[in-house]
C-alpha cells in the first residue's frame, strides 16, 4: 500500500506540473489540495489528524489520497460540482471496514489569502448505528 500512495503522489505532482505548464491566465483554474484535520462529531476514538493531498481538474473531475479516521490511507476518486464558493464531492473511496464506499462531501471555501483557499467540508455519517459526522478542514491552491 506504501508504494502504491507514492506512486499515486508523484502522479498528483506531476499532473500539477503539467497542467501549470503553460495555463491560460483567463481559463478555471486545476486546484492543488491538502487535507489537514477533521473534527468527528459525536467524538470517539477516531484519528482526527488527516494528512493527504488531492488535485482537481477544472473540469470537475478529483482524486486524492489522505490518513483516515481509522487511521489508514483511503485513495478516492470523484467528480465537483462547484457554485461559487460551494462545492459538492461525489465519487467512491477506499481503506474504511466495508471496501469501497460511496462519497458524497459538501464543502465552502471560507477565505482566500494570497492565493490559498481555506476549505470546510462536511462528511455526513452513513449507518446510523456506526460512525459518525464530520467536519474536515483542507487548504488549497
Given amino acids: 500500500m506504501r508504494h502504491l500512495v507514492r506512486r499515486l503522489l508523484v502522479l498528483l505532482s506531476a499532473v500539477c506540473c503539467?497542467?501549470?505548464?503553460?495555463?491560460?491566465?483567463?481559463?478555471?483554474?486545476?486546484?492543488?489540495?491538502?487535507?489537514?484535520?477533521?473534527?468527528?462529531?459525536?467524538?470517539?476514538?477516531?484519528?482526527?489528524?488527516?494528512?493527504?493531498?488531492?488535485?482537481?481538474?477544472?473540469?470537475?473531475p478529483v482524486a486524492g489520497l489522505y490518513r483516515n479516521s481509522v487511521r489508514r490511507a483511503s485513495i478516492y476518486a470523484g467528480y465537483t460540482w462547484q457554485w461559487g464558493r460551494f462545492d459538492l464531492t461525489t465519487g467512491a473511496v477506499t481503506g474504511y471496514t466495508n471496501g469501497v464506499q460511496l462519497l458524497l462531501v459538501p464543502s465552502m471555501g471560507l477565505f482566500t489569502v494570497n492565493g490559498v483557499t481555506a476549505r470546510l467540508a462536511f462528511i455526513p455519517r452513513v449507518e446510523k448505528r456506526i460512525g459518525s459526522h464530520v467536519l474536515h478542514f483542507a487548504v488549497e491552491m
Fill in 18 to 60: 503539467a497542467s501549470a505548464w503553460g495555463a491560460d491566465a483567463d481559463a478555471p483554474k486545476d486546484t492543488l489540495g491538502f487535507h489537514l484535520f477533521s473534527q468527528h462529531l459525536p467524538a470517539a476514538d477516531y484519528n482526527n489528524i488527516n494528512p493527504g493531498i488531492y488535485y482537481r481538474l477544472a473540469e470537475g
